[in-house]
């Protein structure tokens, strides 16, 4: 079953779309502009493509630190040296540091509060949080020696969450500094206060699981689209972080596990031989193999070593490191090779008992999983190791990450807990992509790395298992928080600290946006291979927003600045409804028209100009329209000359042959007679605009599909018609039927005929006459001399 589509002029269908396009109203409201100067002016540094310029830039910190872990007072202690190289064409005055550790202090923090309400209850805890005077709880960062590689102290000023250190001379392009910071913390419980880092303790054996994270003094990014980036850290808004290399040692208890962004590099004096034993098969290994067994871990938690040991881990091109330490460690680790590099990726896992019976079964396989869906997604993973801890949270690091799925005390858990546990280790372990290696400004946007994240989480969640329950992708997932009012809506072009919907419009929104791209606007081979270009051209650097929209439309071919307008830059949801359907059958009895000569007088001015017109379009060779749209007159008499149809009289008049038709032979109504027509009325009440895509369902029960671009809605962003004439009786039509547009109300999608009581109307119907071959010029320009003709 098909629309039939065939060389008869329609008369009424042909005068109502001519309407439509000359008449598109007063509704425009630009959705389809380009997005303009809404985009940061293209320059060396970052071109209109979306690529890095020739002039891109980026500075670079290498650190060496050693850490002392203090499991009794639960304190941490370090000291760092860093070398920055200053790659920027600007001198620089000074440096800024990040001190995140800071917002778990009640004097240091970045204080960004928040409206607080007389509660029906409460706990003596929180009462104690609002005591004045403010009294220090103990935590955040302790500053000691800051000095430079001669040992001469540095000023330096500790604003919040910032650190400030002013040079004794500018540090000028190309030039590097080596400096020296020692400090530290009191670790926080973090289960109790919340936050990323810090310690869990379980009562029943008395043991801590410490997960060390945002725990030295970091550098801030210097930019060419920012200067430094010094926001202060609120818990909320992540990280902008510069690349660097990494040596790290970490002092603990003797009898701890450790795991780490990067490689170790002297497991063969950290763990026992039976343990590299086995750490040497898992190299080998496509299969998870225990490195610390479950009996060793249980052993470890009752015994407490007081002897100490120095774990050594190296980390390259990274732009942060963290590490984990506990004796309650399980690990097991596998093999994995990433094809499209070929590069060899030890998978591991880390994990209390207490999560045995989840992550022995899937974790690793879940991080395998993850790099090599990710890898044929974006970019082939890198780096040598992939790593899962078990620690209750789910954050994301270089090479490691934190993530919950314990069982119930008997060892059972819930399809839901085993599905939830999955989902955020492929999540965490894809950060490794999105923001580590294609590494934007968290702080800021955190849809770049949060909604990306989320969207290659979904193609990797599906792939994992066809079925699984994804939360974010669909773009019926969306619909209930798009149906919000629509001052509770918020842009995903937002600043981090600033939205009150977190989740929905960091996470939810821009992967359901991309998904859309792929599933419905571009097609996935389009959308796959700009997505790719962008992840490739922006791997190791610091994108913007600006260079993911200019690059998906470069790498593909595609004008999507109504999209991003629409969905990244506005709120209006998607809600477009089938407004009216009128039905019309053949009418065999009108008769054929004939051709009529039409008299006209075209004054002498504009004749002038028309002659004038046409040699200056014969010498630059440009189409005529470029000159005459703007006189409707003008454009009226050059079309139907260029036609070939006008004539001049003695009078000075124009006259032409208007079109004529033919009757249809009783074979042609024969043949014509079971068609029916279909005027669909669409009516865009939500305000963001997206392609038609229809169902047809017959009364013979077939059915049959058809979907219109979003530029449909180009001249008339309110109301658009479509037309269609089928030689079967239509039963129903649906709107979306498979639910990709996101679309808030699909209660009016849908129409049927059995609730439809108008009488079809007629439509004439004719063959078109045979033309008259255009005369003039074989090279297709206007003779001047014969428009000018008296």
Sequence with gaps: MKALYASFLLASVFFSAQNIQNNPGSNHGNKFEQLGIILPTPNVYRTASGAPGQGYWQNKADYKIKAYLDEGKRNLRGEETITYYNNSPDPLDYLWLQLDENQQSNTKSADFGFSSFLPKETTTDKLKTTELPVKDNGYGVNLGKVTDANGKALPYVMNKTMMRIDLPQPLK??????????????????????GRGGYENFPEDGNDLFTITQWYPRMCVYSDFQGWQNHQFTGRGEFALAFGNFEVEMDVPADHIVAGTGECINYVQVLSPAQYTRYQQAEKSTEPIEVVLLEEAIKAEKQKSKARKIWKFKANEVRDFAWTSSRKFVWDAMKVSIPENNNQVMAMSLYPKEAYGLYRKFSTKAVAHTIKTYSEFTIPYPYPVAQSVE???GMEYPMICFNYGRTEKDGTYSEATKNG??????????????PMIINSDERQWSWMDEGLNTFVQYLTESSWDPEFPSRRGPAWAIVDYMKLPKNQLEPIMSNSENLAQFGPNAY????????????????RDLFDTAFKTYAKRWAFKHPEPADFFRTMEDASGEDLDWFWRGWFFGTDPVDIAIDKVTIATPDFETPAKKSQKINYKVDEPLRN???????????????????????????DFYYQYVRGKTTINKNKEYSFESDATEPLTEHDKKKLENITAYQID??????????????????????????????????????????????????????DPMKETADIDTSNNIWSSDNNAAVPSKFQLFKQAQKQSIRGASNGKINPMQAGKK
Excluded: C
């Design 508 to 523: 939810a929104k821009p992967a359901t946006g991309l998904n859309i791209l792929r599933e419905t606007i571009m097609g």
């Design 173 to 194: 392009r190309g030039e590097k500094l080596e400096f020296t910071i020692q400090w530290n913390y009191n670790i926080p419980n973090r289960i109790a206060k919340g």
């Design 391 to 393: 620690a209750a949270n």
């Design 609 to 635: 100009e028309f002659v004038d017109l046409s040699k200056k379009r014969n010498a630059e060779n440009k189409n005529f329209r470029y000159f005459v749209d703007k006189d409707k007159q003008l454009q």
């Design 682 to 735: 669409f009516v865009n009440k939500g305000g963001m605009v997206m392609p038609i895509i229809l169902e047809f369902t017959f009364e013979d029960g077939s059915t049959l599909y058809d979907k219109s671009s979003a530029q449909i809605w180009r001249h008339n962003e309110q109301k658009v018609s479509k037309t269609y004439y089928f030689d079967k009786k239509l039963k129903s039509i649906q709107l």
């Design 421 to 434: 546990m999955i989902g955020v280790i492929i999540h965490e372990v894809g950060h490794n992509f999105f």
